[in-house]
């Protein structure tokens, strides 16, 4: 049942530019482990994370050395990044298409204030990353007068123990080696995580007293996902084939291809119609015959219809479930749970805390899995045995619904002359993106569902998990450096808000020569901001044409242009109309496709898009 599609013309590089070889350093000569911080980084090195982004700063200047000098600043290479934040979300966005961790260094406590909202963001969206802080001297008998004692912190990792997976501060080189081992491997154990070790500015400038053992690293990996008990199995089977209509969630699921692929043949095998979200990477193939829903991020009419329709709902670790199915049926799940049935496999309760509500509200759940939802997608195939290998014939109620991509608004041409709407220039950079094979690494709040043909994992890589600001322009440098050696381009679409917080993330990019676009949808306000004072306004019966006060971006106008080319990247002037915008992408295209880095100012109206043909811009 998977949709054919017109043969296209993919544009693509046709090799990807050479990894330079960049902050080599000189005169090394045979250098031996005899610091510290030399036993750190040798275990970073075996454990081959690869990248550690960072700001300088002298709490850690001994692991600095050691991976200039005692490593050569290869394997972990440095990423030199101008605020401490970019160097978490830049890690984060590697993470979102590799699956794995890179590091990240942060200094002192004053470096891991500025990197906590991006850690919370990381934990939020699961994200690996081992992130190592330090701290002056615990023994206060070594500290420099003033700098290292405001630079000391007890229990430093308290301001983030509440969104970190886990967190250590070694008080010896042996004891640093257990440490770093341990980072990786709980940093990579599912469900994902930031986590967080510290180094005593003593430990690491000390010099070895006594030889340091480094295990082989290859007996400390991470598990494999767990799967679910095999009565699970059989009992999600049975009642998947006894349900008149049943509906898959596809929320969290991998980056991998294999898993992509294991989950169509699931769908086709069974004939259950699917759903994603925007707030999640894509999961499933949304032009295809069973993704019958627009892709949203909020439940839409026809996602609401076919929910309403279901008798039995399979959620594989759907973000916010219980939210979902209250938006949809108006009533909590607490109090008046949905009459269909509920089967919902996700591993998130292993990380649940009293601190952050980002579990979300509690679903009422008939058959609750405590397993890796594409390790249970695997399961399911392996336990249909033949029938996997077969594609189920539609129900009569099924074939009746429309597929979301026949609706009006879905099918509705792009608009090129006058105002830049937001509707415009979401179906513009889709278009764009599937014919340039590219990776969308971040879209602004209110992008429309209507616009989102997906066709592989890593088409999309979701949304901003932890609700942040700034971030956006580190997920999409973090994102282009894992895609480096691909023929995927790499494209930020971001809030003008976001880019101008986050703007210096760029000049990374630019330092490592990674290819790189960047769209921003700039409509000189903090839009959503400005709905929400409306919304107020209106409830209290006060002026709303009083909304844009304290909200916008304006007067001076700000050139988004020129703090881009300070950064390296290429540029020209603001795009006004949808035809202006294809012009400029195709100009950009050459550009990036030869190994540069483009930005692109989207001059747009503020609004966002209503779920109606023409889509008009939302004033709330």
């Keep these: 049942m998977a949709t054919r599609r017109p043969a296209r013309r993919t544009a693509r590089r046709k090799t990807p530019p050479p990894k330079p070889a960049i902050d080599r350093p000189v005169k090394l000569g045979n250098p031996r482990m005899g610091w510290g911080s030399d036993v750190v980084a040798e275990v970073v090195r075996r454990l081959n994370l690869k990248y550690i982004a960072l700001v300088p700063g002298a709490s850690y200047r001994g692991f600095h050395d050691s991976i200039v000098n005692y490593l050569g600043n290869d394997n972990p290479q440095m990423l030199v990044c101008l605020h401490e934040e970019h160097a978490v979300s830049i890690a984060d966005g590697y993470a979102r298409v590799t699956e794995t961790p890179m590091a990240v260094a942060l200094h002192s406590n004053v470096g891991l204030m500025h990197g906590t909202m991006p850690i919370f ?47 250590d501060q070694p008080a010896s080189p042996q004891a640093a080696v257990e440490s770093v081992l341990r980072a990786k491997q709980i940093a990579s154990t599912r469900p994902y995580g930031p986590v967080y070790v510290c180094l005593d500015a003593d430990l690491q400038e000390a010099p070895l007293e006594e030889e340091v053992t480094i295990p082989d690293v290859e007996r400390y990996l991470p598990p494999a996902p767990p799967p679910a008990p095999g009565d699970a199995v059989k009992e999600t089977i049975k009642r998947i084939k006894a349900a008149k209509f049943p509906v898959f969630l596809m929320g969290r699921m991998s980056r991998n291809i294999d898993d992509w692929k294991r989950r169509v043949r699931l769908a086709e095998a069974l004939g259950v119609p699917v759903m994603t979200d925007t707030h999640n990477a894509a999961a499933f193939p949304t032009e295809h015959a069973l993704h019958k829903a627009t892709p949203a991020f909020r439940p839409q009419p026809d996602s609401a219809a076919l929910l309403k329709k279901a008798d039995l709902i399979v959620a594989f670790d759907w973000l916010d479930l219980a939210g979902t199915l ?26 649940h805390n009293g601190w952050s509500m980002d579990y979300q509200a509690l679903p009422a759940v008939d058959l609750p899995i405590l397993a890796d939802p594409d390790t249970f997608v695997a399961q399911l195939l392996d336990g249909l045995g033949a029938q996997a290998k077969r594609t189920a014939r539609e129900t009569p109620a099924l074939a009746r619904i429309k597929h979301w991509t026949t609706s009006a608004i879905a099918k509705e041409a792009i608009k090129q002359d006058g105002p830049l709407e937001s509707v415009d220039l979401a179906r513009s950079l889709s278009e764009f993106a599937r014919a340039n094979k590219a990776c969308l690494a971040r879209t602004p709040l209110g992008w429309p569902g209507h616009v989102c043909r997906f066709d592989h994992p890593l088409s999309y890589l979701g949304n901003d998990a932890g609700g942040a600001v700034g971030t956006g322009p580190g997920h999409t440098v973090g994102a282009a450096l894992a895609l480096r050696d ?89 795009a006004a109309t949808a035809g202006e915008l294809a012009a400029a992408l195709e100009r950009a295209a050459k550009v990036v496709r030869a190994g540069g880095r483009y930005l692109i100012d989207a001059r747009v109206l503020p609004g966002y898009p209503d779920n109606t043909p023409r889509g008009r811009a939302r004033k709330s």
């Design 326 to 351: 209250r938006m949809v049926f108006h009533a909590s799940q607490t109090e008046e749970p949905v009459r269909a049935g509920v089967i919902h496999c996700a591993m998130e309760r292993t990380l």
């Design 121 to 167: 963001n990381a934990w939020c969206g699961r994200a690996p990353i081992v992130i190592f802080g330090a701290t002056g001297p615990v023994d206060a008998d070594k500290r420099r007068p003033w700098i290292d004692w405001v630079h000391t912190a007890k229990d430093q990792a308290s301001m983030i123990r509440h969104y970190t997976k886990w967190d």
């Design 486 to 574: 691909s023929d995927r381009m790499a494209i930020g679409v971001l809030g003008d808000g976001d880019y101008l917080m986050g703007v210096s993330a760029l000049w990374t990019a630019s330092h490592l020569s990674l290819p790189t676009l960047i769209v921003v949808a700039n409509n000189r306000s903090y839009f959503n901001d400005e709905a929400h004072q409306e919304r107020v306004a209106v409830e209290r019966r006060r002026p709303k044409e009083n909304r844009w006060i304290g909200q916008k971006i304006d007067k001076p106008g700000i050139n988004l242009g020129a703090m881009a080319r300070a950064q390296g990247f290429d540029t020209e002037t603001p």
